[in-house]
Every structure is written in structure tokens, then in C-alpha cells.
């Protein structure tokens, strides 16, 4: 069985995430990524509607605040220095906004 994060409890270090923790995690959310930062890793999912909601609405009074919920709010496992500390958590919030998938959407008026 798979201990989720939810950011409570004991966080899982990216060395103790196994492969089936993996597709666990993918066959809940559909999509696993993981996060690299010089020797430091992490595992996130997409984020959802309400996460996506909470983080746009910080990220009018704080542009890094926007990257920082999503990050915290879609861990899943990993070395939390990525979260902490000012040097990972920066450029893992560079990228963070490409978790965020759009299908093509149309719009057709009849």
C-alpha cells in the first residue's frame, strides 16, 4: 500500500519511491512527474480545478506564490530542500506552470 504525502505526516524521500508507488500514483492521477534539481528529486502530479483555483487567486498578490502552492499542493514524495530551500524551490517554480495541461478546446457557433 501506498502512504500518500497530502502534506501530512511522514514525507516520503525520492530514495524510498518505488516503481510500483509510481503507478499507483498514476493510475490515481493519470500523471506522475518528477522533478529534478541538481541532485535533488521530487514526484508531483497534476494539479486539479481547486488547486489551480486557490493558486491563482495568491498568485495576483504574489507571482511565486502561484508555483509554490501547486508544488506544495501536488507532492507526492521527495526531497523536501526542493521546497525549502530558496535555491531548489526557485528553479523548480520556473517550471512548475508546465504540469498544467489543456486539451484543445473548440468553440463553434451554430
Known amino acids: 500500500m501506498v502512504k ?5 505526516g511522514k514525507n ?13 500514483w498514476k493510475a490515481q492521477y493519470e500523471e506522475v512527474h ?3 534539481v541538481d541532485d535533488k528529486v521530487a514526484y508531483v ?3 486539479d480545478r481547486k488547486t489551480l483555483s486557490y493558486a491563482s487567486l495568491a498568485m495576483g498578490k504574489d ?13 507526492l514524495a521527495g526531497d523536501l530542500e526542493i521546497q525549502h530551500k530558496d ?10 506552470e508546465g504540469i498544467i495541461k489543456q486539451r484543445e478546446a473548440k468553440l463553434e457557433k451554430l
Open 4 to 8: 500518500q504525502n497530502n502534506n501530512i
Open 12 to 24: 516520503i524521500e525520492a530514495s524510498e519511491v518505488t516503481q510500483d508507488m509510481i503507478d499507483t
Open 34 to 36: 518528477k522533478l529534478t
Open 45 to 47: 502530479r497534476n494539479p
Open 63 to 75: 507571482n511565486l506564490k502561484f508555483g509554490e502552492i501547486i508544488l506544495k499542493k501536488c507532492w
Open 87 to 96: 535555491s531548489y524551490f526557485l528553479s523548480a517554480n520556473a517550471i512548475m
